[in-house]
Structures are given as C-alpha cells and as structure tokens.
C-alpha cells in the first residue's frame, strides 16, 4: 500500500514537472514571437529617422488602431503621444496592466520599449495569448493528468489491497503449518497469478509433501510396532514359562520386567496409531466428565499416599461431552501418573471445569522450550531417563486430545506443570 502511494505521488511529482517545464517553454516561445512582431512593428514606425516623422507615424497608427490589440506611444520633446496615455512601468520588454480611462485601455499588454531619435518608443500587444496559453494548460490539466493520476491511483491501490489479502492470507496459512496443522492450505485466490500466488503455491506444496512425509512415518511407526507385536507376545510367553521351569533365575526375572515395558510401549504405539486414524470416534457416546474424574481420583488415592503426594480433587459444574470413555480415562491416567512419577511429593491438584480437565503439580514443570518436544512421541527430558515409562504418556494425551476435539496446553504452574485440556462443550449432551 506505502510502495503504491510512493509511486502514485513519484507519478504526480514526474507530471507536474514536465507540465511546468513545457508551460514556461511555451511562454518563452510565445514572448518571444511577440517581441519579434512588436520590434517589427517599432522598425516601421521609426523608418523616417526623424522625431516628427516618428510621432506623425504614431498619431497615424494610434487613430485607427483598436486599442485593445495594439498600443503605440511615442514620449518625446513634447511630451507623450499615442493612444495610451497613462502611466508606464520601467523595463524594455515586459507584461503590464495597463489603464487609461480617456481612451479606453485597461487590460493586460505585452510592452516593448526601445530608444529613438527624440525619445522613447513603447509598442504593445494585447496579451490575450496568454490568457488562451493558459486556459489550455488548465484544461489539460485537468482533464488528462487529474483522470490518469486518479486511475493510477485506484489501480495501485487494488492491486495493494489483492498484495495484502495474499500475503496475510499466506501468513495465516504459515502459521497454522507451523503449529503443526499439516493440512493446512492456502484460500483460492482470485485474479490473476502473481509473484505472491505462485510463493502461495509453492508453500501448499511444501506443506503437502511434509504432509505425506509425515503420514509416512506415522505409517512406518505403526507398521513396526504390528510386526512386531506377535513375535514379542511369543517371547513373552516364552519367557514366562522360562520363568516357571527355572524359578530361582533372578535374570529372567529382569528380564520379564523388561519385556513388560517393551510389550506396553508397543501397545502405546499402536494405540496412538490407531486413534490418530480416527476409528474410535465410531463408539463415541455422552460421558459425565464429573464421575470420570472421580473416580480416577479415588483409583490413584493409594498411589499418590505411596509416593508422598496430596491428591485433591475439585468439579466446577462438570460437563459431559461427546468421547469414548476408557479413552478419556487413559489421559486422566497419563496425566496422574506423570505428575505422581516426574515430580518430587507435592500436592497434585485434579480438577474439572465446565469441559476443561487440570491436572496441576508443583515439581520441576517442563521448561517453555521443551513442551512442544514432549508430545512426540519417545520424547523424554534428560532428567528423567532414570524413571520408568516410555516417552509415550503425552503423546498418547496429544491424541486423544486431538480425536475429542480438544486443546491441550501444558503452562508453567509457577512452580510445576498444569497441564489442561479443554474439551468442546457446546453441541454435545
Ligand atoms: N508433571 C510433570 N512434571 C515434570 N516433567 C514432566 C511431567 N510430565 C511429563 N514430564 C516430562 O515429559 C516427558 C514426557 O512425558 P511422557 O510422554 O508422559 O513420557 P514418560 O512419562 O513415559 O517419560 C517426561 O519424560 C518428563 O520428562
Ligand atoms: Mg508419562
């Protein structure tokens, strides 16, 4: 927009000087061509040479000559003579008003006065040349450079306005890529291709083969992990009857334990997988967050006393919204178990508003950088690579979050992690 009025005032700018520069141009030629004309004319009168041929060729000239067009005056021994009479600015050649009430003069005159024998003479042209020169140049004026001006104007300024739509409406799509709404693409624009729409191209472009990329992975993820799954089982229950034929090996007892935490992350993974394809929402029905909630709270009572931790519980007008329950059940689980595990005996406050469920601890919280790596999945902070679990907890929230429709936002609880997720309200039973 700032680009388009620049260049519309560089345009006016540009205009008016030519204007200026071709208007004192033709004043110039036009001054010029009169003062041949009156020089002329001054020749005639003063061919006698004499001081009483001049002024006779004066009176001559001045008793039929319309006063209006043409002035002459002969200022000699005996005084003025001519058919203008009243008073003369100095000057050789110069634009005057002139008035002389006796003879009928008042107007604007284009004077020329030259020393002769016996005095001066001053001849003069009526400068209704300019009058007209200007007029003309008014009129151009204002019927070409105001119209053009104005339509450069109305023009830049809606090309500005198709400029600023597109590039806001690029911004807004950046925005949601970078929040990592892949799907995310540009609104059609209208009109025709520019420099901005085809950027916009290139970016829906990128974002549909970071997309893809994505999906891939996901894709590949989940393939491991159905691979795997069968072969693990076995060797789970292999391991089990190890266990039962040898039952004082200590390292196969390790080794069933480890076998349970790889079995669960499996689990996770292919759980994730399958609610981030969206299939659960098929069993969806009204769940009463309030009831959840508490009896969530009531299930990790024994827990929280265990580790040290005051487990509160508070319902604010709990909603009940659309979801599957075991699922929502299972992120009120990840949450508990992550602020009972990551943090040191504290109080631990569960609580649900309306359709937003809190959990909130006063441990070490989860630094501003880190909150956005600790929803992939696998992510674990160093600092917590010695407790057990898999990396999976806030993943598996993220999804079920996201298959509710939901927001997840986990704050700093100054000290501690509040992690809350606010469920659609509206709508729903
Ligand atoms: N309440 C919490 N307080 C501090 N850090 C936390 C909390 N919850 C999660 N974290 C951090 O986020 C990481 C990811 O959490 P999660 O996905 O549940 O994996 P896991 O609990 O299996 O380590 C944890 O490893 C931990 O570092
Ligand atoms: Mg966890």
Partial sequence: MRLTM?????????SLLAFAAAWWLTNKTLLAAIETTLEQEIGELTASGQPEGIAAAV????????PDHL?????????AVGNYQGPLPDGRIRQAVLEDEVRDVDGAYVLLSEPVPGGTLTVGQGA????ELREIFSRVLAFAMLPTALIVLAGGLLIARRAANRSTAIEATLARLTAGDLAARLPPMPGPADDLSRVGAGIDRLAAAQEASSAALRQVSADIAHDLKTPIQRLS???DRARAEAPDLESL??????????VATFEALLRIAQIEGGSPRARF???ALGPLVATMAELFEPAAEESGHSLTLSLD????????RTLLGQLVTNLLENALRHSAPCPVALSVEGATVTVADRGPGIPETERQAVLRRLYRLDRSRSTPGSGLGLSLVDAIAKLHGGQLELADNKPGLRVSVQFDESGNP
């Fill in 317 to 324: 007008r709990p909603a009940t919204i659309r979801g599957d």
């Fill in 237 to 239: 229950v292999l391991l």
């Fill in 59 to 66: 009176r001559g000239v001045a008793a039929t000559a319309d």
């Fill in 71 to 79: 002035i002459v005056r002969y200022d000699g021994a005996q005084g």
């Fill in 6 to 14: 620049r260049l519309v005032a560089l345009f006016v700018l540009v």
């Fill in 128 to 131: 209704d040349a300019f009058d």
């Fill in 285 to 287: 029905a009204p769940v």
């Fill in 253 to 262: 007892d390790r080794a069933a334990d480890e076998m349970q935490g790889i």
